[in-house]
């Protein structure tokens, strides 16, 4: 196994949302190396040296993924990959120096996801860590096809505005001022903004005129509006249900 282990540098901080490791081996220096190596291309690492410290670990933690050895002390990494397969679907690579087939089918068999056999290049471990990270994620929602604004809804792939079934009439400057809103939803946008998504740039006046001809379409009450929100020094905001 090939580390650059010449630092003594700290790793970089690392974002709560980077991908958080639990290495299990009982080789410390291996661990040492693993976890600096890891840190550095990105990942939250913690350390296990066996099966007893492991369980403890993920008692506490809700980890992304686990690096497990198989030859370790007491308890194999197979008969602790079978127990927490019992009630955990964390991802495994098993990690090892056992090479035959036999072996890893073994950790297939018992619920593993990778297998990777000492000495490894750890550029090709990073590499499997990230596919099997990409194959757990969630799956990315679908993009929304509609906003609901009140009893109105926007069909954002149409372009449309309807109330019901009915389509409600919008001239082209109050389609391409709600359309540009729709686009940025939740995030202020000023006048000269929106007059840039129509044919009114540089006349902010006109973009408060078609708003409030909006308004009389999707709010109840026009003058208390509850989707089309003015922001104040700013200009307009689409607030959703």
Sequence with gaps: MRLDDSGTVAPPALAEEAPHLLIVDDDERLRSALRRYLQRNGFRVTEAQGAKEARTQLALFAFDLLILDVMMPGESGFSLLSAIRETNRVPVLMLTAMTEPGDRVSGLERGADDY???????????LRLKNILSRSAPPTPPAARELQLGDCRLDLVRGELLRGAEPVHLTAGESALLMA????????????????????????????????RLRK????????????????GTGYVLKPD
């Design 116 to 126: 990777l056999a000492k000495p490894f290049e750890p550029r090709e471990l990073v």
């Design 181 to 212: 809103l729709a686009e940025h939803r939740d995030e202020p946008m000023s006048r000269e903004a929106l007059g840039a998504y129509s044919q009114f740039t540089g006349n902010e006046r006109t973009v408060d005129v078609q708003i409030t």
């Design 217 to 232: 379409k999707i709010e109840r009450d026009p003058k208390f509006p509850r989707y089309l929100q003015t922001v104040r």
